[in-house]
């Protein structure tokens, strides 16, 4: 995950002397830093969500590599999706929009993978502590809740490319302050 | 590994707004995303049995480091071939042909790389949980199936390029459902 | 951490062939040497310190991931932030000063979010073994006297950019010198 | 040290189609693979002797941080030694000698820093197990060949310079048959 935050931060940069105000043109950039912050913070938090799940796992098969592999594949898309993203997001035409929807269905692809995860450990005998049966409903209502908020992100995309942002940002903060799956501390 | 995972991503891009339709120069890129998808699970996959596959040695000696520094040479390699390949896959000259070959090439120099560390790790007390030895016959056999069939994709190579990389995300699918070398699991 | 000084090291680099002497080419890049070596220990003893600091804590909750998390968002800025000084330093005009009080703004923001690891670790239970109370206010002191030198880098990098650069580096060779917070050995 | 194999692999790659036959173009960029050879093992190497000399460390102190910091930061700087060399290498003017003797300075700077971290462990109680006294002779008897032989590397460099870095393939083909410090194994 590590190297998805390499990628997210190399998309930063501005240009060198002769191109007229530094703050200037630093403030043209608001959508880089904007993307920049939001993908972090996603990063981050499925990188600790990832982790505690992964801790708690006894024994690793071939479905839970595989499944793994496919999270992976979608959090080391999200660099791209991210540049993609602040590149076109100040644009006027349906490439922003089309920009935007992209980096939702990426998201909402690592959400998914993320779920799968989360079931896969919910089968005998696969976790050393088994999420309490009461938790394993909210949990799922949470999953569902996220997979539906990014679906929303995505259509709002071809409504407006910032708010759409501004959706996936909530999104995030909400993910800070609610740990999935809920931990029995 | 996820060094070479890192560069992998970096191959990922399409250009900023005014060179036309964004869904258009993400499809011409098909060939980026497909090496993409094809490198990444065959890395995925070298990791995790590399992993599994030292965690059984006992003690590390100077030709194993020397084995283990080449396979990482390759896997470094990776990305460099991938990107090449990616780039020429779609030309109609002789270079798609030289460039796919090329691909097949690193990956065969991993694959033997690493059939080489399982070879030093059957010698007497190299590993905590020696392989049982109606295993070792099934391994080495598959070690030579997967470099066969590299071989094969490095032939076919030179008559159609995307068919050689079609045979090559194959092998590395078998790969996600085949652990090798077996654990007692 | 590894990220940030990945990053770091990217923005090293001397045109080809063609341009000239390449001592001259190299002589021109100072900005840029000077900026690598300040940010490389700074990031380095950030690392080290911080590793010191998160080994000591007994269980993390949100708000502890919350600031770490704003904390490597800062660490990853450095690279861009050190990029951006490095580029517009020997610029005779308005933007070398901003450029480098931008650079002051994101270690400033780093050493904050530090400090609040810090207030946060000496809440009752948090950590195994608690910092002894005579150590806490010396602590602060470091940590407050370290806010405050960032702070003036800043000030004076609208009056002079390199001096601002010499002080900066001036305090990170203090702190190379003397760990926040004490450790007990 | 991943870092500096990450940022090595960066310097491999060829340009896109339309620039003549791929095989001329790989060719032409001999310096650059066999760069990348030899600043892979060079990195390989002093990451494994690293490793094992600092696991036998006890307690880490300000100036082993210090040392330490050092070494990383000539690591750190082979990516940018490697490539500048690698481009100037085929050169026939002046530019290729000081490329390749700047090359062997990073090189002598981080065997110094090598070194001196060895030096360090050597302090009474420094290590959980004492390198023998009969075994402290060869190890410096070792690391004076290495530093000599980086010095021959930097003069042979202002002869030739593929030469130089034949050499600098040499030592470093050495090393990776030969451990510096010394294990009891």
Do not use: C
């Not at 801790?55 to 690793?60: E, G, K, L, R, T």
């Amino acid at each position: 995950m590590a190297v998805a935050i390499t990628l997210l931060a190399l998309n930063l940069g501005v240009q060198g002397p002769g191109h007229g105000a530094l703050l200037e043109l630093i403030a043209k950039q608001w959508p880089a830093f904007a993307a920049y912050v939001v993908s972090f913070f996603i990063i981050g938090i499925i990188w600790v969500n990832h982790h505690s799940l992964l801790q708690n796992i006894a024994h690793v098969d071939r479905p839970l590599l595989f499944i793994n592999l496919t999270l992976l594949l979608f959090v080391v898309m999200i660099p791209f999706a991210t540049a993609t993203m602040a590149q076109y997001l100040t644009a006027d035409d349906q490439n922003a929009h089309i920009a935007t929807a992209m980096y939702g269905v990426v998201l909402e692809g690592m959400g998914l993978s993320f779920a799968a995860i989360f079931g896969w450990s919910l089968g005998d005998g696969r976790t050393h502590n088994p999420v309490p049966a009461g938790a394993v409903g909210s949990a799922w209502l949470r999953f569902s809740l996220g997979a539906l908020a990014y679906l929303g992100a995505i259509a709002v995309a071809f409504i407006s490319a910032p708010l759409s942002l501004a959706i996936i940002g909530g999104i995030a903060l909400y993910y800070v302050f609610e740990r999935t799956p809920p931990s029995a501390a």
